[in-house]
């Protein structure tokens, strides 16, 4: 078993910046690609950025490409996800996810994550 706990979730102004955190135990945390989803109210969960257990490659919602930047720090057992320049739209509970998949596409699907956190809210003001 793996488990995933969110942090860094908060209220920020527009145009402000958050940086959350997953730490992740249990199983070894680099046999995993990671993944960072999340869910607006009244909205599916959805995608927002993925990173190989390797960290050799990285991918983007199209929403947040340029703002948002994801990272791992294997030694850590963490995951990072900086958020700059947010918008209100940016609102939503942010979920870490992990896959023992090794393909890269699968990064961005919800149904292959193994492995959730509970989430952390973010909450953007205008």
């Known amino acids: 078993q793996v488990q995933l706990v969110e942090s860094g979730g908060g209220l920020v102004q527009a145009g402000g910046s958050l940086r959350l955190s997953c730490a992740a135990s249990g199983r070894t945390f680099t046999t995993y690609g990671m993944a960072w989803f999340r869910q607006a109210p009244g909205k599916e969960r959805d995608f927002v950025a993925a990173i190989t257990w390797t960290g050799g490659n990285t991918y983007y919602a199209d929403s947040i490409k340029g703002r948002f930047t994801i990272s791992r720090d294997n030694a850590k057992n963490t995951v990072n996800l900086q958020m700059n320049s947010l918008k209100p739209e940016d609102t939503a509970v942010y979920y870490c996810?992990?896959?023992?998949?090794?393909?890269?596409?699968?990064?961005?699907?919800?149904?292959?994550?193994?492995?959730w956190g509970k989430g952390t809210l973010v909450t953007v003001s205008s």
């Open positions: 996810a992990a896959t023992k998949s090794r393909a890269n596409y699968d990064l961005l699907k919800e149904a292959t994550m193994n492995y």
